[in-house]
């Protein structure tokens, strides 16, 4: 358990950092939302009541950015927790971790294993959600900051399922490295913001498939 805190609260900063720039364009579209539902309230029937009762609905609607990072942070600790127990089983079995070139048969079934699921329908579908941030809360949007929790949850597990494999690929290249980690921030960024991201992916995979098979020959030949 000693050896495990530590590592965890690595994967934990190392996802929090990486995932920011992916989650931001979700908290701006909550927030344009959230003023909306606040704004929708005050209309209607109960018009002429407004004050009171935009009072009455604001503390629920006015900070859903909160809630909803709240759970979108737990889908990603839960992520975590996986990694570091996988990142600590392989040093219990001297393994060396990052794997690099010291053990290249794995390396390469990492890169190999995360090429292959840029290529699956799974990834492309967790990566149309996380591409359409307001057509899921517009029709997704619960109130309360339970429900909105909850709406956080749902979109941190489409988002693990779109970039945990890639964030896999730390256990071969290291957390330590800056410009790696930075690569591989790029990419999910890409991919998940840019208007071509969602073409990226079967490339992105060809070429983890080709550096897994390079990084194999090379451990062969050494």
Same mark, same amino acid.
């Given at each position: 358990?000693?050896?495990?805190?530590?590592?965890?609260?690595?994967?934990? @900063?190392? #996802?929090?950092?990486?995932?920011?720039?992916?989650?931001?364009?979700?908290?701006?579209?909550?927030?344009?939302?959230?003023?909306?539902?606040?704004?929708?309230? +005050?209309? +209607?029937?109960?018009?002429?009541?407004?004050?009171?009762? $935009?009072?009455?609905? @604001?503390?629920?609607?006015? #900070?859903?950015?909160?809630?909803?990072?709240?759970?979108?942070?737990?889908?990603?600790?839960?992520?975590?927790?996986? $990694?570091?127990?996988?990142?600590?089983?392989?040093?219990?079995?001297?393994? /060396?971790?990052?794997?690099?070139?010291?053990?290249?048969?794995?390396?390469? $079934?990492?890169?190999?294993?995360?090429? @292959?699921?840029?290529?699956?329908?799974?990834?492309?579908?967790?990566?149309?959600?996380?591409?359409? /941030?307001?057509?899921?809360?517009?029709?997704?949007?619960?109130?309360?900051?339970?429900?909105?929790?909850?709406?956080?949850?749902?979109?941190?597990?489409?988002?693990?399922?779109?970039?945990?494999?890639?964030?896999?690929?730390? &256990?071969?290249?290291?957390?330590?490295?800056?410009?790696?980690?930075?690569?591989?921030?790029?990419?999910?960024?890409?991919? #998940?913001? &840019?208007?071509?991201?969602?073409?990226?992916?079967?490339?992105?995979?060809?070429?983890?498939?080709?550096?897994?098979?390079?990084?194999?020959?090379?451990?062969?030949?050494?």
């Amino acid at each position: 358990m000693g050896s495990y805190l530590p590592v965890l609260a690595m994967w934990l @900063a190392m #996802t929090g950092l990486m995932m920011a720039p992916v989650v931001h364009p979700w908290l701006r579209a909550l927030n344009r939302i959230g003023r909306r539902q606040v704004a929708s309230a +005050g209309t +209607g029937p109960l018009a002429s009541d407004a004050p009171r009762h $935009a009072a009455s609905v @604001a503390p629920r609607s006015r #900070t859903p950015v909160a809630p909803f990072l709240g759970g979108y942070i737990l889908a990603w600790a839960g992520f975590s927790a996986a $990694a570091a127990a996988v990142h600590v089983s392989l040093a219990a079995m001297a393994v /060396p971790v990052p794997l690099g070139m010291e053990a290249p048969v794995l390396s390469a $079934a990492v890169l190999m294993l995360t090429g @292959a699921y840029q290529l699956t329908p799974f990834k492309g579908a967790c990566l149309s959600h996380c591409r359409s /941030p307001a057509g899921f809360l517009l029709s997704n949007w619960r109130d309360g900051a339970a429900g909105q929790v909850r709406m956080g949850f749902e979109h941190g597990l489409h988002c693990v399922g779109c970039c945990w494999a890639l964030m896999a690929v730390a &256990l071969v290249v290291g957390m330590g490295s800056l410009a790696w980690m930075a690569v591989l921030m790029a990419v999910m960024v890409a991919e #998940t913001a &840019l208007p071509f991201g969602a073409r990226l992916s079967r490339p992105i995979g060809a070429a983890l498939i080709l550096a897994g098979v390079v990084v194999a020959a090379a451990g062969g030949s050494a």
